[in-house]
């Protein structure tokens, strides 16, 4: 089982949805998580970090469940610019506590 | 945006050839990163370095050898290109990571080198 799992997709919504993205991570000792950004062709960008309590960013919002061992990222009123891929990462320990990223998930938001 | 810059940006070699790519940072992060970016794959961890020559491996290290002789400097050697190791490389950055606190800072990625092996 691969650490860290995402659905590929691609999730394909119009303007204006609400879409929802999960990640599950496999080490329940994990400690960092957080959700970047890619676009096509281009490196990942920070999107945001996820926090315990969850955490909200304009029309992002992430949020944490140990219990279940997921992240998750809810996107609000959705934009074209919205379309990229979302990968997860979660710092996971083993010896060296190196980012684990999962494959990511694509996004289309269509008019 | 972070002062990360990778050279050369594009590299078309022939199988058995050796090829340098080169990570150059200007934010004096101590902890840097070379992943391969492959389609079905995702990213995933070559070599890493948690300071001015020290390294360790990734996931994915055979065929791969590093140097960090400088804090700003990082390179990748494919000491002999095989067709396997197309792909895009991407170089990151960040300030700590979670070796020593369990918590890992954000990473800074480069703009990526896209190699071709023929």
């Known amino acids: 089982r691969k650490e860290v799992e995402q659905d590929p997709g691609p999730f394909n919504v119009p303007e204006g949805a609400t879409v929802a993205f999960n990640c599950t991570y496999s080490?329940?000792?994990?400690?960092?998580f957080f959700w970047y950004r890619q676009d096509c062709r281009k490196e990942p960008k920070l999107l945001m970090s996820v926090y315990s309590s969850g955490n909200e960013d304009g029309r992002f919002t992430a949020q944490l469940n140990r219990a279940s061992q997921y992240i998750s990222l809810l996107i609000r009123d959705s934009k074209l610019s919205d379309s990229a891929t979302y990968l997860c990462v979660v710092n996971s320990p083993g010896g060296s506590y190196i980012p684990t990223f999962g494959r990511g998930t694509s996004l289309i938001v269509h008019p | 945006d972070a002062g990360i810059t990778q050279s050369p940006r594009h590299k078309v070699t022939e199988t058995g050839t050796p090829v340098t790519l080169r990570c150059h940072q200007t934010?004096?992060?101590?902890?840097m990163y070379w992943y391969r970016q492959d389609p079905g794959h995702g990213l995933r961890l070559i070599h890493y370095s948690y300071g001015v020559k020290d390294t360790d491996k990734g996931e994915v290290s055979d065929g791969y050898s590093v140097s960090r002789s400088k804090t700003e400097d990082f390179l990748l050697t494919l000491e002999s290109a095989t067709s396997s190791q197309t792909s895009v490389y991407f170089c990151?950055?960040?300030?700590?990571?979670?070796?020593?606190?369990?918590?890992?800072?954000?990473?800074?990625f480069g703009p990526g080198t896209r190699l071709t092996v023929l």
């Open positions: 080490n329940s000792a994990s400690q960092s």
């Open positions: 934010e004096n992060h101590r902890y």
């Open positions: 990151a950055i960040s300030e700590s990571s979670g070796r020593t606190s369990g918590y890992t800072d954000t990473q800074y």
